[in-house]
């Protein structure tokens, strides 16, 4: 089969590979969609140390089931699938409790540090455990099932925030997860909805999403949110970049006892304003990949609750790959989601 192939950093290559065969518990997969996430761009550089060639990346991805192990009955040959890029365990004490995103042997597809090597899904086909498999409903393009995996993580963030109906919310970053994200939060019951970036073109996009109000990075954010709450503060911030001055942001525009959840870990280390957490009560709420929030992620896209318009902004043949790595590395301007069809 084809795949692409990160062959050394910053290099990837169109090679012929073994097509994958199903052990007695898994699924494999003839990949119709597989989008290109940031994680992938920062591996194809090697910066993250997570994507260590030679390797197939590749984890946001839906298909067509083209067959199944002999203990495998939930699915057969033909269904139309996509899959969590998590491979838990099932059996260690995180996964007993139902939080199998911190299970202790996960496994990511298409990445590479440590002890092992899975490789993605940027390929004619791939094979994954039956466990972390889930339908996909008639209504869902495979190009938008492609998406579940984001849209999960931005869901996962939204439960840890335990929304209460009418809370006034904020989004730091409207990049994809910050405007899944935002979506997410207000089929969740927020009421006001107030987004936050540098970049114009991203809050055009976040007002066209569901945002109430869209504030500008270098503005007084923190005086806007007090004009829009009576001085009052938000009561949830979702953070989605993960460095120190929109966690700052998001901190700030916070009321006392109000929700910060950051989703966003760009900086591995950031400075925090622990005076403002301390003495206001703030709850501060990590939030790492998702946790069965598939089915629910799959709901909203099929009723219309979230919609992708725009946030793909292109679908292109597994070959062009390369070429749209280089220009997503290059950083080309107006550019979200591009979705690779093996």
Not at 20 to 26: A, T
Not at 292 to 309: H, I, M, N, Q, T
Request: some cysteine; glycine content about 12%; proline content about 5%.
């Amino acid at each position: 089969m084809k795949a692409l192939v990160l062959t050394a950093y910053k290099r990837l290559e169109i090679q012929e590979m073994p097509r994958p065969e199903p052990g007695p518990n898994d699924v494999v997969v003839a990949v119709r969609a597989c989008g290109i996430c940031g994680s992938d761009v920062h591996g194809y550089d090697g910066s993250s140390g997570r994507r260590i060639p030679p390797i197939v990346m590749g984890h946001e991805a839906a298909g067509v089931v083209e067959a199944v192990g002999a203990e495998v009955s939930r699915f057969r040959p033909g269904d139309r699938v996509t899959f969590d890029s998590t491979v838990h365990c099932g059996e260690c004490a995180f996964c007993r409790a139902g939080q199998i995103n911190l299970c202790d042997r996960r496994q990511v597809l298409g990445v590479s540090p440590g002890e092992y090597r899975r490789h993605g899904a940027f390929a004619e086909a791939v094979v994954v455990p039956d466990r972390i498999v889930c339908g996909v409903p008639d209504a869902v393009p495979l190009e938008h099932a492609a998406m579940v995996e984001p849209l999960s993580v931005a869901v996962h963030a939204v439960r840890r925030a335990r929304i209460t109906a009418g809370d006034k919310g904020l989004v730091v970053g409207c990049g994809m997860i910050g405007l899944l994200t935002l979506q997410a939060a207000r089929a969740a019951g927020c009421g006001t909805l107030v987004a936050v970036d540098l970049d114009e073109g991203r809050l055009g996009q976040a007002k066209r999403l569901g945002a109430d109000v869209t504030i500008g990075a270098r503005d007084d954010v923190q005086g806007r949110i007090a004009e829009l709450t009576g001085g009052r503060g938000v009561d949830v911030a979702f953070e989605a970049v993960g460095a120190a001055a929109p966690i700052a942001t998001a901190v700030r525009a916070l009321r006392k006892g109000g929700t910060l959840v950051l989703i966003g870990n760009v900086t591995p280390k950031v400075e925090v304003d622990l005076q403002a957490i301390v003495t206001r009560e703030l709850s501060v709420l990590g939030t790492c990949a998702s946790c069965g929030e598939y089915p629910e992620s799959l709901e909203l896209l099929a009723r219309g609750a979230v919609k992708l318009d725009g946030l793909i902004t292109a679908t292109a043949p597994l070959e062009q790959g390369p070429a749209w790595f280089e220009r997503l590395y290059g950083g080309e301007e107006g550019l979200m989601k591009v979705i690779l069809q093996p």
